[in-house]
């Protein structure tokens, strides 16, 4: 995933489409977040090697499905613009 769309979609002030790739950025960028709270919640929970395997997936998975539900809400996507526009 890259910002580059969302950045070409906000110099060229459309600020609808530029919603989409900058909610998903934030949801995965929330995942560095968790990456460092989850680790020593599950681990004093689970043995280490078990803990460690989850928060893997659950720093950014739920994240990341959150941040597509958003993304469906706000509105249809935009058209795709030509290479070089």
Not at 21 to 28: D, G, K, T, V, W
Not at 71 to 79: A, D, I, L, S, T
Request: charge should be positive; charged fraction near 15%.
């Amino acid at each position: 995933m890259s910002l580059e769309p969302s950045t070409w979609y906000a110099r060229n002030r459309n600020f609808a489409a530029h919603q989409r790739p900058m909610i998903r950025s934030a949801a995965l960028t929330w995942a560095a977040a968790k990456l460092r709270v989850y680790p020593p919640v599950l681990t004093a929970i689970l043995v280490f090697d078990t803990g460690y395997i989850l928060v893997a997936w659950l720093c950014w998975a739920p994240n990341l499905l959150v941040g597509e539900a958003l993304v469906g809400r706000v509105g249809p996507r935009p058209k795709a613009q030509p290479v070089g526009a």
